[in-house]
């Protein structure tokens, strides 16, 4: 049976206290031994090959570090190794495409299966915030249509209700700012009162508002891109203080796929739609299928291999309209 929204959240009268948070990457992971207790990890990718990263390397020494500690281990991203975990109950994982955001997948049921926990490892995005809060609410949204607005911003497809629109600007803003990230987490463990919880709503909202520099940077920085055998390619130089996400979307708009260059690393991104797999198309292992980073040494393989990939999407379609089959 489905409890409604405000039957679940009626046994959360009072803010749950806050578990030991850690904020994480999976490229970075910190040594075990350092978190608390009965470990969750949330939207927590396992590391993909590539840009001195690996499974073997980062993410299976942190497994077997927490060992018997770790209670669950959720995440939607795509990667090869999910199968060897497909007989462990404390691993609920999937690909971008059975769940397009994290916080769908921490359930009510999920949380109290697992039983008690001492610190939740979070990414350090909207979409793993979103789940941290989640589970310390016992698997109850923040507010009605949380998820949905998590999934919108993590793909980058439809458009987030005005709570979710302002926490991804201010993170985006402040990407690398734990007290704003603790401070997230707070409103919504508490219900995302804007009213009642002016003073973090004030917080975040003040955060939110340093992105505008960024993304007008992002905006100039995005006239300069170059159409390259169908895809948006830009050399980002020593360029500083502008929006990523912003700048790869900018290219979208010209090309189905954008590329910037940048500290010795190539930054791809496409639709969440398109249909292509860059975790494939680069042996990556694991990943977000429609944005990846590579080694700037591989430039002529990705390009030469988009290139490809673009023309295949091209002539696909042309078959499709002629056979009245697309669109």
Same mark, same amino acid.
């Given at each position: 049976m489905t409890v409604g929204y405000a039957s679940a959240v009626g046994k959360l009268s009072n803010p749950p206290p806050l578990p030991h948070l850690r904020f994480v990457t999976p490229r970075v992971l910190p040594p075990a031994a350092q978190l608390e207790g009965r470990v969750v990890v949330l939207d927590v990718a396992f590391a993909a090959e590539g840009g001195g990263s690996s499974f073997e390397g /980062?993410?299976?020494?942190?497994?077997?570090?927490?060992? @018997?500690?770790?209670?669950?281990?959720?995440?939607?991203?795509?990667?090869?190794?999910? %199968?060897?975990?497909? @007989? =462990?109950?404390?691993?609920?994982?999937s690909t971008k495409a059975e769940h397009g955001a994290c916080p769908e997948m921490v359930t009510p049921e999920?949380?109290?299966?697992? *039983?008690?926990?001492?610190?939740?490892?979070?990414?350090? =995005? !909207?979409?793993?915030?979103? &789940?941290?809060?989640?589970?310390?609410?016992?698997?109850?949204?923040?507010?009605?249509?949380? =998820?949905?607005? $998590?999934?919108a911003v993590d793909t980058r497809r439809g458009t987030p209700g005005p709570i979710a629109e302002r926490i991804d600007r201010a993170l985006r803003a402040r990407f690398r700012d734990e007290t704003l990230k603790i401070r997230v987490i707070q409103f919504l463990v508490a219900g995302a009162d804007r009213k009642r919880h002016d003073t973090l709503w004030s917080e975040i909202d003040a955060a939110a508002r340093e992105i505008d520099p960024l993304l007008d940077e992002a905006r100039r920085l995005g006239t300069k891109y170059e159409i390259r055998d169908g895809i948006a390619y830009l050399d980002l130089g020593g360029a500083r203080g502008f929006d990523k996400t912003e700048l790869l979307l900018i290219g979208q708009e010209r090309?189905?796929? &954008?590329?910037?260059? @940048?500290? *010795? &690393? !190539?930054?791809i991104a496409a639709d969440y739609t398109s249909g292509l797999d860059f %975790?494939?198309?680069?042996?990556?292992?694991?990943?977000?299928?429609?944005?990846?980073? /590579?080694?700037?040494?591989?430039?002529?393989? %990705?390009?030469?291999? !988009? $290139?490809? $990939?673009?023309?295949?999407?091209?002539?696909?379609?042309?078959?499709? $309209?002629?056979?009245?089959g697309f669109g």
């Open positions: /980062v993410t299976l020494p942190f497994i077997n570090g927490l060992a @018997g500690r770790l209670g669950a281990w959720v995440d939607h991203h795509d990667h090869e190794r999910h %199968v060897d975990y497909a @007989g =462990d109950p404390r691993f609920v994982l999920l949380v109290a299966r697992t *039983g008690p926990i001492d610190t939740v490892a979070v990414h350090l =995005d !909207l979409d793993g915030l979103y &789940s941290g809060a989640k589970w310390v609410r016992e698997g109850i949204e923040p507010y009605p249509g949380a =998820d949905d607005d $998590a999934r090309a189905p796929v &954008s590329v910037l260059r @940048g500290s *010795g &690393s !190539l930054t %975790v494939k198309m680069f042996h990556l292992g694991g990943g977000m299928p429609t944005r990846v980073t /590579v080694p700037e040494a591989r430039m002529t393989e %990705v390009m030469e291999k !988009l $290139a490809a $990939a673009v023309q295949q999407r091209r002539d696909d379609r042309s078959r499709q $309209a002629a056979e009245g």
